[in-house]
C-alpha cells in the first residue's frame, strides 16, 4: 500500500482553477520531485497537502487513513486539521525561520509546545542538536537567524520540519530565495535524507538534482498533471510533447 | 517662605495633574486600541451571498456586487477613527466637555476638577487609541504571513502561533512608532487646559493673574518648559531602552 494517495485534488481561486484533477501516490522512502512551468500550481499543490489551503475536491491519506476529504466536512475543523497535518513537513522556499529565536530553538519550539511535561524538554533539545548537527549546524545552534547565511537558515529549516517526524517532508524549491554559491549545501542535505529512506516531495526547478535524487518526476502544466514516472525517464526522455518543451528550456 | 519654593509647590501639584491625565490615558488607549484595531481589521462581510453568480443584472446586481463586498464593522471603525483623527483633540475636549450641557441644558460631567479630568481623561483615552490602532494595523500587518503559516504547518495552535511567534515580532515593529506619540502625549496633555483643568501650564499661567498671593509673575509659565524637558527625557531613555532590549533579533 502506498504511503500517500493523493485522489482527484482540485482548487479554484475564486474563478480560477489551479488545481484541475490531480491523482497521484508516493510509496514510503521515496523521493518525488514535481517540475513545471511558474504558475503551474506546485506550490498550491505542496499547500492543499498542508492544509494551508483547502480542497475544493478529492482526497488524501495517509497511511490508508484519509486524512482529508472534500465530501467530509467534519475533516475541516481547525482542531482536525492541526493533528494530521503533522503527517507532513514543509520547507518553504524562504525559510519562515522564527527570527526572535536562535537556530535550536526554532527547532524545538513547536516539540515543547506540544510536550506539557517539562522533564522531556532536554530529550527534545538533545533530539535538536542532532539535528542541527546533521545538517553540519553543530556551531550554529545559538545563532539568530539574522546572523546565519541563507544556505544555513533553510538547513535549520530542513531541522525544525524533521523534529516532529513527518511522514512525508515537502520542499517548496529550497534553493530559489537562494545565492548560486549556497545551493549546493542545501542540496547535499536533501541528498542526504533521500539516501536514509526520508519519503520527500521536491518542488523544483534544478533538474539535474531532480534528476540524480529523485526517484519519480511529475510534470505539472495548468494544473494538470502531463507526465510522471521515473525520474531518469521523465527527464531525459520524455514523451509528452508539452513536457519536452519545458524540459528544453534548462 | 519664599517665592521660589510657592512657585514650585504650585507647579508640582498642577504637574501631578499631568502625569495622572498622561498615565490614565497611556493605561486606557494601549488596550482600546489594539480593539479598535480589531473592529478596522475585521472581515465580517454579511451580504457575501448576494454576489453569487446568479445575481441579477443591471443596477440591481450592481447595487448586489457593492453590497456583497460591505464589511459593516471595518468601515464603521474606520469611520469613526477618521472622524477622531481628523479633527483637532482641543476642539473634541471642548465637545465633550461643553457639547452635553449646550444640548441637554445641563452637564453630565461631575462639578470641579473631578468632571474636568473625567472629561479630558476619556477624551485622550479615545483619541490616543484611535492612533495607537493605526499603528498596531501596520504592526500586525507587518508581519509576514509566512510566520503564521510556518507555526501552522508545525502544528501550533492560532494562540501559541501569536503569543509565541507574532506578538513579540509586532511589538519590535510597533515600538519606535509607539515612541513618538508617547512623547506627542506628554505635550498634549496640557491641551486639557482649554477646559479649565488645572494642569502644569495653568498653575503656571495663574501666577500671571494671581495665585498664591503673587501676580504678574511671567517666569513660572515658562519654567513649566523644564517639566516637560525633564520627563520627556525620562521616557525617552525608557523607551530606548525598552527598543534596545528587543535589538538581538531582526
Ligand atoms: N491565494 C491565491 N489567490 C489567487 N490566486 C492564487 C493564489 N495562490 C496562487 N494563485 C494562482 O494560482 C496559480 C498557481 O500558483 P502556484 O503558486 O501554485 O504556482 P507554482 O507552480 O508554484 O509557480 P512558481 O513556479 O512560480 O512558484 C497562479 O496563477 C497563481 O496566480
Ligand atoms: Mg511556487
Redesign the interface.
Known sequence: MALLEVRSIEKHFGPTKVLKDISFSLEEGRALAIIGSSGSGKTTLLRCL???ETPDRGSITVRGETLFDAGDRASFS?EAI??K??H???V?Q?F?????YTALENVV??GK??EKDRTQWPTLEKQGMELLDRMGLADRSGH???QLSGGQQQRVAIA??LA?HPDILCFDEPTSALDPELTGEVLKVIRSLADQDTTMIIVTHEMAFARDVADEVIFMDGGLIVEQGPARQVIETPQEERTRQFLSRY | MGVFSVVIGALNQGFLQTLKLFSVTLLGSIPLGLLICFGSMNRWMPFHRLSAADAPRGIVGRLCRILSRLRPVSLLTRFFVWIIRGTPLMLQLIIIYYGPGVVMGHSPWPGGETGRFLAAAIMFVINYACYFSEIYRGGIQGV?V??Q??????????R?IFF??TL??MVKRILPPMSNEVITLVKDTSLARIITFQEVIWAGQAFMKGSHGYSGLLWPLFFTGVYYLVFSGVITLLLGKLEKKLD???
Open positions: 498542508n492544509f494551508l481547525e492541526r493533528q497535518r503533522l507532513f513537513g514543509l518553504f524562504s519562515n525561520l522564527f527570527p526572535q519550539l513547536a509546545l506540544r539568530y537567524p539574522h525544525r520540519a516532529l | 509576514p509566512g510566520q503559516e510556518a507555526g501552522l504547518v508545525l502544528g501550533m495552535t492560532k501559541q509565541k511567534v513579540l515580532q538581538y533579533f531582526r
